[in-house]
Protein backbone atom coordinates (compact mmCIF):
# COMPACT_ATOMS: atom_id res chain seq x y z
CA UNK A 1 0.00 0.00 0.00
CA UNK A 2 1.39 3.36 -0.84
CA UNK A 3 1.13 6.32 1.86
CA UNK A 4 -2.37 7.26 2.73
CA UNK A 5 -2.17 9.81 5.91
CA UNK A 6 -6.02 10.74 7.04
CA UNK A 7 -7.26 13.49 9.31
CA UNK A 8 -10.53 13.33 11.12
CA UNK A 9 -13.29 16.33 11.39
CA UNK A 10 -16.66 16.38 11.62
CA UNK A 11 -16.96 12.91 11.66
CA UNK A 12 -14.93 11.38 9.35
CA UNK A 13 -11.79 10.72 7.67
CA UNK A 14 -10.67 12.80 5.02
CA UNK A 15 -7.54 12.14 2.80
CA UNK A 16 -4.70 14.72 3.14
CA UNK A 17 -1.75 12.60 2.06
CA UNK A 18 -1.25 15.37 -0.72
CA UNK A 19 -0.01 17.57 1.71
CA UNK A 20 2.88 16.15 2.89
CA UNK A 21 4.85 15.62 -0.43
CA UNK A 22 8.01 14.50 1.89
CA UNK A 23 6.73 11.84 2.92
CA UNK A 24 5.38 10.59 0.11
CA UNK A 25 8.50 10.72 -1.50
CA UNK A 26 10.10 9.16 0.64
CA UNK A 27 7.33 5.89 0.69
CA UNK A 28 8.22 6.52 -2.83
CA UNK A 29 11.96 5.48 -2.26
CA UNK A 30 11.06 2.75 -0.17
CA UNK A 31 8.86 1.09 -2.83
CA UNK A 32 11.32 1.88 -5.46
CA UNK A 33 14.48 0.31 -3.30
CA UNK A 34 11.46 -2.89 -2.66
CA UNK A 35 11.01 -3.15 -6.45
CA UNK A 36 15.18 -2.58 -7.67
CA UNK A 37 15.55 -5.61 -4.92
CA UNK A 38 13.08 -7.91 -6.22
CA UNK A 39 14.12 -6.81 -9.91
CA UNK A 40 17.41 -7.86 -9.64
CA UNK A 41 16.87 -10.89 -7.88
CA UNK A 42 14.15 -12.39 -10.49
CA UNK A 43 11.65 -12.29 -7.45
CA UNK A 44 8.53 -13.42 -9.08
CA UNK A 45 5.84 -11.42 -7.70
CA UNK A 46 7.00 -7.53 -8.39
CA UNK A 47 3.82 -5.92 -9.74
CA UNK A 48 2.39 -4.76 -5.87
CA UNK A 49 5.53 -3.35 -5.53
CA UNK A 50 5.76 -1.50 -8.94
CA UNK A 51 1.84 -0.10 -7.99
CA UNK A 52 2.58 1.25 -4.67
CA UNK A 53 5.67 3.20 -6.22
CA UNK A 54 4.18 4.32 -9.16
CA UNK A 55 1.06 5.58 -6.71
CA UNK A 56 3.61 7.87 -4.74
CA UNK A 57 5.00 9.09 -8.00
CA UNK A 58 1.57 10.00 -9.79
CA UNK A 59 0.36 11.69 -6.29
CA UNK A 60 3.64 13.86 -7.00
CA UNK A 61 2.72 14.71 -10.40
CA UNK A 62 5.68 12.54 -11.86
CA UNK A 63 2.85 10.77 -14.73
CA UNK A 64 5.65 10.83 -17.89
CA UNK A 65 8.58 9.22 -15.62
CA UNK A 66 6.34 6.63 -14.28
CA UNK A 67 5.04 5.80 -17.34
CA UNK A 68 8.26 5.49 -18.83
CA UNK A 69 9.77 3.42 -16.00
CA UNK A 70 6.96 0.75 -16.38
CA UNK A 71 7.20 0.65 -20.01
CA UNK A 72 11.13 0.06 -19.39
CA UNK A 73 10.74 -2.45 -16.53
CA UNK A 74 7.88 -4.29 -18.61
CA UNK A 75 10.67 -4.87 -21.48
CA UNK A 76 13.20 -6.24 -19.00
CA UNK A 77 11.04 -8.92 -17.92
CA UNK A 78 10.57 -7.39 -14.82
CA UNK A 79 6.57 -6.77 -13.88
CA UNK A 80 5.98 -10.11 -12.84
CA UNK A 81 2.81 -11.66 -10.63
CA UNK A 82 3.13 -15.21 -9.09
CA UNK A 83 -0.39 -15.23 -9.44
CA UNK A 84 -0.31 -14.84 -13.47
CA UNK A 85 -2.97 -15.58 -15.18
CA UNK A 86 -5.21 -14.25 -12.78
CA UNK A 87 -3.19 -10.65 -11.43
CA UNK A 88 -1.61 -9.07 -14.43
CA UNK A 89 1.60 -9.03 -15.43
CA UNK A 90 3.92 -7.06 -18.51
CA UNK A 91 1.61 -4.90 -20.36
CA UNK A 92 -1.70 -6.09 -18.99
CA UNK A 93 -0.21 -4.92 -15.42
CA UNK A 94 0.55 -1.28 -17.13
CA UNK A 95 -2.99 -1.43 -18.21
CA UNK A 96 -4.40 -2.25 -15.23
CA UNK A 97 -2.66 -0.05 -12.93
CA UNK A 98 -3.01 3.06 -15.41
CA UNK A 99 -6.40 2.22 -14.90
CA UNK A 100 -6.78 1.65 -11.17
CA UNK A 101 -4.38 5.07 -10.15
CA UNK A 102 -6.82 7.31 -12.39
CA UNK A 103 -10.20 5.75 -10.99
CA UNK A 104 -8.90 5.86 -7.58
CA UNK A 105 -7.39 9.29 -7.81
CA UNK A 106 -3.79 8.73 -7.49
CA UNK A 107 -3.59 10.16 -11.02
CA UNK A 108 -4.78 13.90 -10.97
Do not use: C
Not at 42 to 57: I, N, P, S
Not at 74 to 86: E, K, V, Y
Amino acid sequence: MPIEILSFSHNAFHNVTRSFPKLIANDATQWRSAFDSAATSHYQDTVGLAAAWAADEDMLGHFSSVQKFLRLEQRAGHLNSALSPIEPSGQKFIVAVQKFLGQHGYAQ
